[in-house]
């Protein structure tokens, strides 16, 4: 049973690794490598020459003991027994006789070492897949816009030659915002509004870069001269926002804040801007925001916190309530990035210099995790994956998780395992004492599952006049931010869900119609037309 058990671990560490991106990081073929040994936490290998260790800094050879040649123990001594080759499985897929030839191998870190041949073989892990393409502008679920065409699927457009702006899907219709507006319908593709960035072209509606859905053939169009009402029905551009300097929009919760809100963010120069879909009249929120950035967000899991890029290399991090904007902290930078984006704990800095990442919780930087250029925008999050657009192609990471706990991340950011003073101790347990005290007194700051559990007891409690409204008032939060404290929930079911219990409930006990009407906040004409739908 033993021997199945390590059978079992055996393949399934292998299964592991074997599905791990690596991917050929350096090659050493100028001397004859024989073992490699980890003595101390560094990488020792044997060769022709001596023994030579891996400098963590760099991960150059370095000669350590010219006297010892040949294969060596575990303890870096020479052995001279053990002069047999010996062939083994390599532990990823190998080309050519380095897949027949293999002699030994080591992880360790976010390395995998490989002798075959004679040869140092040195890969890397790589926590994400990369897809070649050139130049890659927009992305999104089913499309990849480029300098040199724009692909749907496998299909590349004929008539829209490259991409500038963004590529948006929607249930039945694809557009794309190449400075023009074009889009792909029933496989055929049509462009709405010619653009080419020529002098030939007239571009009265200016370079168009993104598109938003209001509600049926109804979208938000931004341009370079502000900000469209787009009737599809018609293919008529309304002006309803003439920019000042720049349109940046406040990502992340974009759509859900104009289904639910019937609101679009965005900042322009010095002000923090709301635009109404339903009346397009714009509301100046917070003025005077004098940060000059380049690209902003809402956290994804926190939507009173902000991240912005400054101008000045640096990560800028903002709470805002409904009175207030502030900033809280500045993260200075040593890259230029111009797009932000996150997923759950993890904010991604693309620029002309790479990809960097910054963890929300513990503050720290890699600004090293891809060295590539990266176009502005280009960048699709999906459920579960983000994928990032360079010129030379696209790196999709698959899920916050697995990017996490991928070896790469456990080294860039090392968890602490210092130990405990007596100090700190005795803070904790103060801390602990105060948050009794502060849970008694019943002014804690609510977790989110505490918030979700309130939110339910006053809807519950006030069903009868509750409203999307009464509750960010109540609890000083936008409904974007409290339909994403919780995956699952949302307000709006939940108080319908609760009104048709109450109705269901007293419609069986034959309650008076006004009375139903009096607990659960319906009319009493559409109680009496939904009644055997509530006592269904």
């Known amino acids: ?20 991106n690596y991917t050929i990081n ?18 020792y290998i044997s060769s022709n020459k001596g023994v030579y260790v891996i400098d963590p800094s760099n991960g150059n050879l370095i000669l350590f003991d010219e006297t ?11 052995n001279p027994h053990n002069l047999r080759i010996k062939f083994i499985d390599p532990p990823i897929v190998l080309s050519g006789a380095y897949s027949e030839t293999v002699t030994d191998f080591l992880y360790h870190k976010n390395y995998l070492y490989i002798l075959s041949k004679g040869d140092l073989l040195v890969y890397k892990n790589n926590p994400y897949v990369f897809f070649p393409y ?75 870069s993104d598109i938003f859905l209001i509600e049926n053939s109804n979208y938000l169009v931004l ?16 002006l309803i926002y003439s920019k000042e300097k720049k349109i940046i929009p406040i990502k992340n919760k974009i759509d859900s804040r104009i289904e639910f809100n019937n609101e679009f963010h965005f900042i322009d120069g010095d002000k923090y801007l709301s635009l109404n879909t339903n009346t397009f009249k714009t509301t100046i929120l917070h003025d005077n925001f004098n940060y000059k950035l380049k690209d902003i967000l809402e956290c994804s899991f926190d939507g009173n916190i902000f991240y912005g890029i400054g101008e000045n290399k640096s990560l800028l991090k ?25 997923n759950q704990e993890l904010i991604f800095l693309s620029g002309n210099d790479g990809l960097s990442l910054f963890e929300k919780s513990i503050e720290k930087l890699d600004s ?27 790196y999709k990471i698959q899920g916050d998780n697995n990017l996490r706990s991928s070896s790469y991340f456990q080294n860039s950011f090392p968890k602490k395992n210092d130990e405990i003073s007596i100090e700190v101790v005795v803070i904790l347990i103060s801390l602990i004492l105060f948050l009794i005290i502060f849970r008694v007194l019943k002014k804690k700051n609510l977790s989110n599952e505490d918030l979700v559990i309130e939110i339910k007891k006053y809807i519950t409690k006030n069903l009868s006049k509750v409203t ?69």
């Open 1 to 20: 049973m033993k021997k199945i058990i390590i059978i079992c671990v055996l393949f399934f560490c292998k299964y592991i690794f074997a599905t791990t």
């Open 26 to 43: 350096k090659k050493y073929d100028d001397n004859i490598f024989y073992d490699i040994v980890l003595y101390e936490n560094q990488v």
């Open 68 to 78: 010892v040649k040949g294969t060596i123990n575990s303890n870096l001594t020479k």
């Open 134 to 208: 050139a130049s890659v502008r927009s992305i999104s679920e089913n499309c990849v816009g480029t300098y040199n065409g724009v692909f749907i699927d496998t299909f590349k457009l004929k008539k829209t030659r490259y991409t500038d702006g963004q590529i948006r899907e929607f249930d039945s219709i694809i557009f794309v915002c190449y400075n023009g507006l074009t889009e792909f319908k029933n496989n055929k593709e049509k462009i709405l509004y010619e653009n080419s960035n020529s002098k030939l072209s007239k571009a009265e509606y200016g370079l168009i």
């Open 223 to 238: 341009s370079s001269k502000g900000i469209y009402h787009y009737n599809y029905n018609l293919n008529g551009f309304d």
């Open 318 to 342: 903002f709470v805002r309530s409904n009175n207030e904007f502030k900033l809280l902290k500045t993260y200075p930078l040593n890259i230029l990035p111009h797009t932000i984006s996150d």
């Open 368 to 394: 090293k995790f891809i060295v590539d250029e990266f176009n502005t925008g280009a960048v699709y999050k999906s459920k579960n994956d983000i994928s990032f657009g360079s010129i030379h192609g696209i």
């Open 468 to 536: 999307l409204q009464t509750l960010q008032d109540k609890f000083d939060l936008e409904y974007s931010a409290i339909n994403n404290l919780q995956k699952g929930f949302s307000p709006a079911k939940f108080i319908k869900q609760e009104r048709n219990n109450k109705a269901k409930d007293m419609f069986l006990s034959n309650q008076p119609i006004s009375k139903i009407s009096h607990h659960t906040g319906y009319s009493e004409s559409y109680l009496l037309k939904n009644k055997y739908i509530f006592l269904k």
